[in-house]
């Protein structure tokens, strides 16, 4: 009861700092402390209602008198819920503490309504996850749409914020309607929403599969998966910066869960090609997501880049765990939802953390390209050791998160492998490689954006001129980065407990993937692992040498004084500095033609004859393939076809009561006949 009592205040607790927030607009300083301080504390009742049911392994169900005759209102929680209640609540306590301070910057401009909307966006996060029927799933689903929305367009006076919204809107309601259309599916073989009865439900094999499909690229285009992920990398830095990092922290994460909802628990993931679909389109997302992250000499629009090839890891896992499921593989099934949850979670922490990391630094110099930018650790320092923390955890160097999850990830295709089914033995260890190739590009990414904009000399005035933000910004910040190192060194307690969320998913018994400061994938013999040791490793490393050097009697050429760096015996120049383009110059050439997929085709004057002249090499950011020649037309029709429906309301009440009667006399033959 008390657990049921403490989800209902967290909610409560949301819509009272939003309506809070709103009627103190005009005060703006005590409106982003009500949204900020009512946001935390529901945050903190969240995980309080999700811990227990997450370590326990018991859920529980509210259920109210609906408005809808159809359709009661529903709260069940299980342990999947719980878990992504958890997830959504952590970073959603990080972000409040930093938006005390970060959200002062618009006092004056709509202070109050940014919180409104922010605590809004939360409450509904949770109950797009807690929501035990496909109805309200779907209004939760659209008021978070909705109102993410309005926080993407936030900066009206920005263009491309206001056009950034709207392609966004657009996306996720064309998604919106593919995840309505399958539940109506399930809706007309039980003849109830209730997602207890979709379990049951008996479809033909063709409608099974047309479920999935329109399930899976419906959550896609939320997700962000190629091809679906053109929306994102203009969305999410139009956000402010925390906002953003709910939005690729945990907004996108609520994809996965209606993917793993409908895939593995109301259709069972009983056909094996569903799980290589899913498993494919996340290892092609994975490697060309990061692709265009290294391109890129925006840091937000980095960081929404990599966001994509994240999501593409956490279905890969998925996607392996699906393999063994409709293969009668249990461990497999349980190990690969395993990896793609306990990837979800870290990727929330240390995606969060970097997009609260380039907040603060936009805070103080007003600008999100990174040419502009440089020696930033000098003058940020904690910062700066925050932002290399989730660049070391999105690196997956270990004994961060990120190492962990990605090692259960590759332990699942490892263990895919062997198969007996050929298309499955053949290609599992292929996507393991482009995994591979993902985590080697990944590193290389995000050395380029720490190295850039912390390192190195100052490249602008506003770059040396530049402080250290306010103490909630670095307290939200260093949540996260604690979260990242608990999580990488905890492997051992904490992936059990997800391991028990994909057991109960599956509906299996749970599987043995940790042993004391050992983590394994089902069996010890197979594989092992120890964050903790890794950890105790690398510190020796590092103070071994400078104990050694001190019992020699310390260090004999004394410190160097000179703060210009060494240029190979020449006179520095600030030329000589590595730029962020220069940085991504050789991948360009490298992977020329997974770059040329978002330029040559997509402009027309390019031909043959130009593809091996030095503009493509050095093209920075080039509009896509997809949104040239599909989702632009898309958009222009929609456009077009609003401004024809807007000539029917011409303001003339006689013709609207025209309409009423036209419409009356056609409901009215329709009934008769």
């Not at 819920?81 to 910057?105: G, N, P």
């Not at 409450?123 to 797009?128: E, G």
């Not at 979800?344 to 990174?370: C, E, P």
Request: net charge positive.
């Amino acid at each position: 009861m008390i657990v049921q009592q403490l989800f209902l205040l967290s909610i409560l607790l949301y819509v009272a700092g939003a309506v809070a927030s709103l009627a103190l607009n005009r005060a703006g300083k005590i409106a982003n402390y009500a949204s900020g301080i009512s946001a935390f504390v529901a945050a903190s009742a969240g995980m309080a209602a999700a811990i227990p049911v997450f370590a326990r392994g018991t859920g529980f169900t509210m259920a109210a008198v609906g408005f809808i005759p159809f359709a009661p209102f529903v709260i069940r929680v299980d342990l999947l819920s719980a878990f992504m209640v958890l997830v959504i609540s952590l970073l959603a306590a990080a972000t409040a503490i930093y938006s005390l301070a970060y959200q002062e910057e618009y006092a004056g401009r709509g202070a109050g309504v940014l919180g409104f909307l922010n605590n809004i966006f939360l409450a509904s996060m949770v109950l797009v996850v807690a929501s035990g029927d496909a109805f309200y799933f779907l209004v939760f689903w659209e008021l978070m749409t909705l109102v993410s929305y309005f926080l993407v367009s936030f900066d009206q006076e920005n263009p491309e914020s206001v056009n950034a919204g709207f392609i966004y809107f657009l996306v996720a309601h064309a998604g919106a309607v593919m995840i309505m259309l399958s539940f109506i599916i399930f809706f007309i073989h039980t003849g109830t929403f209730d997602f207890a009865s979709f379990r049951s439900a008996n479809l033909p094999p063709a409608t099974k599969h047309l479920a999935f499909l329109l399930a899976f690229f419906g959550f896609g285009a939320k997700a962000g998966i190629m091809p679906l992920h053109f929306w994102l990398p203009r969305a999410h830095p139009a956000a402010p910066s925390n906002v953003s990092a709910l939005m690729s922290g945990v907004m996108i994460k609520t994809a996965i869960y209606g993917i793993l909802r409908v895939s593995v628990d109301f259709l069972g993931a009983s056909v094996w090609w569903w799980g290589l679909t899913v498993l494919a389109f996340g290892a092609i997302s994975a490697v060309l997501g990061v692709l265009y992250a290294i391109n890129e000499n925006d840091l937000k629009r980095l960081l929404a880049y990599s966001s994509i090839e994240n999501v593409g890891i956490i279905l890969m896992g998925i996607g392996a765990g699906m393999i063994g499921i409709a293969r009668g593989e249990p461990v497999l099934g349980v190990l690969g939802i395993l990896a793609g949850l306990y990837h979800l979670v870290n990727h929330a922490a240390f995606k969060g953390l970097l997009f609260l990391g380039a907040g603060s630094v936009i805070y103080r110099l007003h600008t999100k390209n990174m040419e502009e930018m440089g020696g930033l650790a000098r003058r940020m320092p904690w910062t700066g050791l925050a932002f290399l923390t989730g660049a070391l955890a999105i690196a997956a160097i270990p004994p961060l998160n990120g190492f962990v999850s990605e090692w259960f990830t590759y332990q699942s295709l490892f263990m895919a492998s062997t198969s007996s089914l050929l298309a499955v033995k053949v290609l599992s260890p292929l996507l393991a490689i482009m995994l591979a190739l993902t985590g080697a590009l990944a590193a290389m990414c995000f050395v380029k954006a720490y190295g850039v904009t912390f390192t190195g000399p100052w490249r602008s005035n506003r770059a040396r001129e530049a402080r250290e933000v306010p103490v909630p910004m670095l307290a939200g910040t260093a949540i996260l980065a604690a979260g990242c190192i608990a999580l990488g060194l905890g492997a051992p307690v904490v992936a059990p407990y997800i391991g028990n969320v994909a057991s109960a998913l599956l509906g299996t018994s749970p599987v043995r993937v940790s042993d004391g400061l050992l983590v394994f994938p089902a069996s010890s013999a197979r594989a092992m692992l120890s964050p903790p040791l890794i950890a105790l490793l690398l510190v020796g490393f590092v103070t071994l040498p400078l104990l050694i050097a001190g019992m020699q009697g310390g260090m004999q050429a004394g410190r160097r004084i000179d703060a210009e760096p060494w240029a190979c015996g020449y006179k520095y120049s600030p030329r000589m500095v590595y730029a962020a383009t220069a940085f991504a110059q050789p991948l360009r050439v490298l992977f020329r033609p997974a770059y040329l997929l978002r330029t040559t085709l997509a402009r027309p004057g390019y031909t043959i004859a130009a593809y091996g002249k030095e503009a493509v090499v050095y093209v920075a950011r080039v509009e896509s393939l997809w949104k040239n020649y599909l989702y632009g037309p898309l958009l222009r029709g929609t456009v077009r076809l609003g401004k024809r429906v807007q000539a029917l309301q011409i303001g003339n009440v006689r013709l609207y009561c025209l309409y009423i009667i036209v419409t009356l006399v056609v409901l009215l033959v329709a009934t008769v006949r």
